[in-house]
């Protein structure tokens, strides 16, 4: 499979029935090789046809059987995946997304093709232990897996122009992943809807890239405007819970745009400490 992927060729007729065949066995080969094998061709800009043909032949859910029985919505969930991830590229190509090209990165393309084939997060962090993936790949994969329903049901609940704190959560819910966190969940509507809602939900994902770049980039740069020791010398405070709760109260405040500087940050501290003193 991987050499039809990479040179474009197509596997005869008897080749493919003779895999059929002996699919079953397929998931009794290394581990390591199974899945340094799958990095090869989901390495491919076009390897749906690929996968496709291992889903014809059983040798899908002999090399990932948490797929058995989901094999179609995988699929939908993987081509819309391949066809996001090269829009990217080619839109990076015309504009400077600095900020969003770890997009691009091979273990990150790796994990968002995995993710689209697996049903749950649980299927998800069971395959990639059993193919003995690196931490990085599965933890992506499980991310990856796991967040894109979160974000449909935002996206299903706000206007097309989401408002700034709304961005700012799906943001950090997506561990500063938010445009490898929208292709999942644009493969996971596409997967449920078709391609009806595909233009609205690509102006609310451009919605959270472009903020993501132009605003939320820049302000978490200013982080920390001041520190644990800092806030305690200047307030007199012992090492303590509410110390930390200063120091997330300043970084929402910066996030927010609220506080900028570390005179805006040490007032917001003494404002803060002194409510809680007066309750």
Same mark, same amino acid.
């Given at each position: 499979?991987?050499?039809?992927?990479?040179?474009?060729?197509?596997? !005869?007729?008897?080749?493919?029935?003779?895999? =059929?065949?002996?699919?079953?066995?397929?998931?009794?080969?290394?581990?390591?090789?199974?899945?340094?094998?799958?990095?090869h061709i989901f390495s491919m800009q076009d390897s749906a046809d690929a996968v496709r043909m291992m889903r014809d032949n @059983?040798?899908?859910?002999?090399?990932?059987?948490?797929?058995?029985?989901?094999?179609?919505?995988?699929?939908?969930?993987?081509?819309?995946?391949?066809?996001?991830?090269?829009?990217? %590229?080619?839109?990076?190509?015309?504009? !400077? %997304?600095?900020?969003? %090209?770890?997009?691009?990165?091979?273990?990150?393309?790796?994990?968002?093709?995995?993710? =689209?084939?697996?049903?749950?997060?649980? =299927?998800?962090?069971?395959?990639?232990?059993?193919? @003995?993936?690196?931490?990085?790949?599965?933890?992506?994969?499980?991310? *990856?897996?796991?967040?894109?329903?979160?974000?449909?049901?935002? *996206?299903?609940?706000?206007?097309?122009?989401?408002?700034?704190?709304?961005?700012?959560?799906?943001?950090?819910?997506?561990?500063?992943?938010?445009?490898?966190?929208?292709?999942? =969940?644009?493969?996971?509507?596409?997967?449920?809807?078709?391609?009806?809602?595909?233009?609205?939900?690509?102006?609310?994902?451009?919605?959270?890239?472009?903020?993501?770049? !132009?605003?939320?980039?820049? @302000?978490?740069?200013?982080?920390?405007?001041?520190?644990?020791?800092?806030?305690? !010398? @200047?307030?007199?405070?012992?090492?303590?819970?509410?110390?930390?709760?200063?120091?997330?109260?300043?970084?929402?405040?910066?996030?927010?745009?609220?506080?900028?500087?570390?005179?805006?940050?040490?007032?917001?501290?003494?404002?803060?400490?002194?409510?809680?003193?007066?309750?």
């Open positions: 499979r991987s050499f039809a992927a990479t040179l474009g060729f197509s596997v !005869d007729e008897a080749t493919a029935e003779a895999a =059929a065949r002996l699919a079953p066995l397929a998931g009794s080969s290394a581990p390591e090789r199974l899945a340094e094998e799958l990095r @059983r040798l899908l859910e002999n090399i990932l059987p948490e797929t058995k029985g989901q094999l179609d919505i995988s699929m939908t969930r993987y081509a819309a995946i391949e066809t996001a991830i090269a829009a990217f %590229m080619q839109m990076s190509e015309d504009k !400077d %997304m600095t900020a969003l %090209m770890n997009i691009t990165r091979p273990y990150v393309i790796f994990s968002l093709k995995y993710a =689209a084939l697996m049903p749950d997060v649980r =299927a998800a962090a069971q395959s990639a232990a059993s193919l @003995r993936l690196s931490n990085t790949e599965t933890e992506l994969i499980t991310f *990856f897996t796991g967040i894109r329903s979160e974000i449909l049901t935002t *996206f299903r609940k706000l206007p097309e122009q989401p408002a700034e704190t709304e961005i700012i959560r799906i943001i950090l819910a997506a561990g500063g992943s938010p445009v490898g966190a929208c292709m999942s =969940a644009l493969a996971q509507l596409q997967a449920e809807e078709g391609a009806e809602r595909t233009a609205e939900f690509i102006k609310f994902s451009g919605a959270v890239a472009g903020y993501f770049q !132009d605003v939320f980039i820049p @302000r978490a740069a200013l982080l920390p405007l001041i520190t644990g020791e800092e806030i305690m !010398d @200047r307030f007199g405070l012992a090492q303590s819970p509410l110390v930390g709760e200063c120091l997330k109260h300043i970084g929402n405040l910066v996030i927010l745009g609220l506080v900028s500087t570390k005179s805006e940050a040490l007032k917001a501290v003494e404002d803060l400490i002194s409510s809680k003193n007066a309750s």
